[in-house]
């Protein structure tokens, strides 16, 4: 609010309890901390974020160690009963106290970590979960839960070692409001199969960075997005794709070019591609 004699800030006009609601609630955690650390009136706010975004915690200015106590006093001070978002970047026990919370985004992402991270989730006890992403860690996905990962729309999967038939089957037979798959720098080997036919939201699929597959076989008749980052050696096979839009495919130069040639599959997989609006591609395709 300004005029021409003053200024009043908003937090001046509303009562302390709805302000103090509002910066404990609605703002993401890395400003409540702020908020309680540089000013008198709220440094004794009640942490009830349902945004623990601890993404930008652990830089160069904050160690691991002290990341490491920030995040147990945050959890060790938490009133709130409900997590809308929760993003961790270091593997932490926290993980299990979010599972409770009506959570529906969850991101861990331990890519800066020297192993991979052994998340002991039962993801068929989140019931509200709809985006979750996982990186450089080892899990499990229910077989055919009856309750969780029903509402899951995004699933974005990274540098996930033991990615297999079974776990893509699971994932499908388990998400059946699935929207979006990412499946990035994942080690898989032989054929990845995406079977999707009876999915009826099923609109985006990404493949990056995975040199160990040779074929790739989609089943998905509402896919409208495909996006592929690698070497242009695989066989592609859409079966039932009539709603494919858009098509962006990133191919790179693999080793092999030196003694084979790639042209005529790439050639053979362009009949996937008939029907696209938009095709976005490399040199390399023009070469």
């Known amino acids: ?34 908020n309680r650390s540089v000013s008198k009136k709220f440094k004794d706010t009640e942490i009830r974020s349902r945004d ?22 945050v959890f060790n001070d938490y009133k709130g009963s409900e997590i809308n978002r929760f993003v961790l970047l270091l593997n932490h026990i926290g993980i299990n106290t979010c599972i409770g919370k009506n959570i529906q985004e969850l991101v861990l992402d331990f890519s800066k970590s020297k192993k991979v991270a052994n998340i ?8 509200t979960l709809t985006v979750l992403k996982l990186g450089w860690c080892s899990f499990k996905i229910p077989d055919n839960s009856l309750k969780g990962l029903k509402l899951l729309k995004t699933l974005a999967l990274t540098k996930i070692n033991e990615l297999n038939k079974d776990m893509i089957d699971a994932i499908f037979s388990n998400c059946i409001h699935l929207e979006t798959l990412e499946l990035i720098n994942c080690l898989m080997y032989g054929i990845l199969s995406i079977n999707a036919q009876n999915h009826k939201k099923f609109k985006s699929l990404v493949v990056s960075t995975m040199p160990n597959l040779f074929e790739i076989i989609v089943d998905a008749p509402t896919l409208e997005c495909y996006k592929y980052d690698g070497y242009c050696n695989k066989m592609v096979y859409f079966s039932r794709v009539h709603a494919l839009k858009e098509a962006k495919l990133h191919y790179n130069r ?21 029907r696209v609006r938009v095709l976005a591609t490399t040199n390399i395709f023009l070469e």
Do not use: G
């Open 1 to 34: 609010m300004e005029s021409s004699q003053k200024k009043t800030k908003i937090t001046e006009t509303l009562p302390d309890d709805l302000v103090d609601h509002i910066m404990s609630v609605y703002l993401p955690i890395q400003y409540v901390l702020r």
């Open 52 to 73: 623990l975004d601890f993404s930008k915690i652990y830089s160069v200015r904050c160690s691991q160690q002290k990341a490491v106590r920030i995040i147990e006093s």
């Open 120 to 127: 002991p989730v039962d993801f068929s006890a989140i019931e």
């Open 254 to 274: 693999s080793f092999s070019w030196r003694y084979s040639d790639p042209s005529d599959m790439l050639l053979a997989n362009m009949r996937a591609y008939i």
